[in-house]
């Protein structure tokens, strides 16, 4: 069971790179709180810069920062720094070729009962969509803090999500498979292949298990890297089972379903099973409740991978 | 020191050459800007291209990307890249002169289009040099139609929080835009009160095309401590020829024969005149 939420271990990362390193300096717009950054202002203080509520503002000082050496880690709720500020990102940093990284924080639904405003849903078809931005879904604490200490290690843009809320661990502390750009295999499978993103990979595996039980085998695909997209990863996966889930906490539209539909239709065509939010505002409640409601959790899963190889099934018959 | 007076004429008539290459331009705009680029290019910035690499030159950020024109102009003139490669190429299929700046091309630092971004891009900028205890300075200059954006008056906001005396931003103020007169379409003539009031030293330029009376702005911005100074910098759309000045469909227009060779007759007896 992770015990800090994957904003949390952003911070803790930063900070101690941020000793080291006086050029690393973390942005938020009032959001220190809401993206775990107090440690770091707090600390750091020389190296911590309050925007205020600008989000758009937050973005081009940090590109400006970025111009002068400075190496700005801008960490605002997804919901606004991927939208509100979306042409800052787009112009600024990508355009420009800053050394921005934007944290988008308690991203897809973390703030679940406060409503479609505060709900990032857009966020990887918006950030996807512009060249020369990375886009970043980590699944875990653990992954977390390797993708971030990889990301330190680079001069380019790039997107992170995280949610608001500690997961549960989906890898084993002191032994986190992980290679930049390139997608964990959880676990192998030959009857369907479950890709997923940030924090819906655990119930995937919940519904890989699920699924052993009935005698399906499910692969498990991490794809923290929605762009770039690892399409070998992709292919494979897809090449070894009968058909593709996708399983993402974004809209139906433009965020990974749409991405591995568009290199599986393309290199190995078979069915692709896109499970996503709905395009719609989503039902008031908690984050667990609406993943719950929309099926989003493993037995949901499970169950559309059942349907799934049924009906293959059928129409083979 | 050289005649910066005669060279705005000069590199106005590079900026014909540009658009009638290109067959298009921001005209008006390239024209109302020259004597602040000239001036800041040429006297108070310490850029040129053997400095690009060095943390400590100026800065400037093209906010008012669309008077690009007029950016290329000077920048071919400092030496970043060649002048007959530029009109030659300017907004041609595949060029790398695109028709907004882009910091592909030597001696662009940011690349700009979208309005409302160089004010606070600028702020990320001159904050990094307190941060640093460096002693550049930072400079940026914007459309009068530009402040309409939001975006400019978070970047205002922030610029004096942070006591960023390292920032100097220009308004070049010709009083028209696409639409027209800027009263007209968004009224703002009190901007000298409005960046008072968010925490600016505020200097009003009466004729923003004359090179000494915006030298004179600069040095004053140098001496304010403790907040960012505004430069308004009161100009003339399409300054230069009559032809276009004062003239709110001149926002992008190429001129037509007859027009061009009244503006090139114009340009080359106002420059002669200054020598």
Same mark, same amino acid.
């Given at each position: ?39 770091? %202002? ?6 911590? *810069? ?24 801008? %960490? ?32 897809? *639904? ?23 931005? /990375? ?5 875990? /604490? ?33 032994? *986190?498979?992980?290679?930049?750009? /390139? ?17 819906? *990979? ?73 499970? %996503? ?35 293959? /099934?059928?129409?083979?018959? | ?275």
């Amino acid at each position: 069971m992770g015990k800090i939420a994957n904003k949390q271990v952003i911070c803790d990362v930063l900070v101690e790179a941020g000793k080291k390193d006086k050029d690393i300096v973390a942005l938020c717009s009032d959001s220190r709180g809401s993206a775990s950054f107090t440690g770091f %202002a707090n600390e750091l203080p020389e190296q911590f *810069v309050e925007t205020g509520i600008a989000e758009q503002n937050l973005v081009s000082i940090s590109a400006g920062l970025a111009k002068c050496g400075k190496k700005p880690y801008a %960490a605002s709720p997804a919901c606004f720094l991927s939208t509100r500020s979306y042409e800052q990102c787009k112009v600024d940093v990508a355009y420009s070729n800053t050394n921005v990284k934007l944290i988008g924080i308690s991203g897809g *639904v973390s703030y679940g009962a406060l409503g479609m405003s505060h709900h990032s849903a857009q966020d990887i078809a918006a950030m996807c969509a512009v060249p020369n931005m /990375r886009v970043y879904l980590p699944s875990d /604490r653990l992954q977390t803090e390797c993708l971030m200490k990889e990301l330190i290690k680079d001069e380019k843009p790039a997107y992170i999500r995280v949610g608001r809320n500690a997961v549960d661990d989906v890898y084993e502390e002191g032994n *986190v498979p992980f290679e930049m750009d /390139r997608a964990t295999v959880v676990r192998e499978g030959t009857d369907v292949a479950i890709i997923a993103c940030g924090e819906m *990979v655990k119930p995937s595996v919940e519904a890989a298990e699920l699924l052993k039980e009935k005698g399906i085998s499910a692969a498990v695909v991490d794809m923290y890297c929605v762009k770039p997209l690892d399409e070998e990863a992709v292919i494979k996966a897809a090449s070894g089972a009968k058909a593709v889930i996708t399983v993402e906490e974004h809209a139906p539209y433009g965020g990974l379903g749409s991405m591995v539909s568009q290199v599986v239709g393309c290199n190995c065509p078979k069915k692709v099973l896109n499970i %996503a939010l709905p395009d719609a505002p989503v039902i008031t409640g908690t984050s667990k409740e609406v993943f719950d409601y929309y099926g989003m959790n493993g037995g949901g899963i499970a169950k559309k991978a059942e349907e799934i190889l049924g009906c293959l /099934r059928q129409s083979e018959q | 020191m050289e005649n910066l007076k005669a060279l705005a004429y000069e590199l106005r008539e590079d900026v014909i050459d540009i658009i009638m290459s290109g067959k298009a331009g921001h005209i008006g705009g390239d024209m109302s800007v020259m004597e602040i680029l000239t001036e800041l290019y040429f006297d108070q910035m310490n850029v040129g291209p053997a400095n690009m690499d060095d943390p400590d030159r100026d800065k400037f950020v093209m906010s008012k990307g669309h008077s690009v024109e007029a950016y290329y102009a000077v920048l071919a003139k400092k030496g970043f890249f060649d002048r007959g490669d530029l009109v030659a190429n300017f907004s041609k299929f595949g060029s790398k002169y695109i028709g907004h700046p882009n910091n592909k091309l030597p001696g662009i630092e940011m690349n700009s289009g979208s309005l409302g971004h160089g004010l606070p891009v600028c702020v990320g900028m001159a904050l990094a040099g307190k941060m640093n205890g460096q002693d550049y300075r930072v400079y940026t200059v914007m459309g009068d139609g530009e402040v309409a954006e939001g975006s400019v008056w978070e970047g205002a906001m922030a610029a004096s929080h942070y006591k960023l005396d390292n920032l100097c931003a220009v308004v070049d103020r010709n009083r028209l835009q696409i639409s027209g007169n800027t009263e007209d379409v968004m009224a703002h003539d009190d901007l000298h009160e409005r960046f008072g009031s968010f925490g600016w030293h505020v200097i009003d330029v009466a004729d923003g095309n004359d090179i000494d009376q915006l030298k004179e702005a600069f040095e004053e911005a140098k001496t304010i401590k403790g907040k960012p100074t505004m430069v308004i910098a009161n100009t003339v759309k399409g300054k230069g020829s009559s032809v276009m000045e004062n003239k709110a469909n001149w926002h992008h227009k190429v001129p037509n024969e007859e027009e061009l060779a009244q503006i090139r007759k114009d340009l080359k007896e106002r420059k002669e005149a200054l020598r």
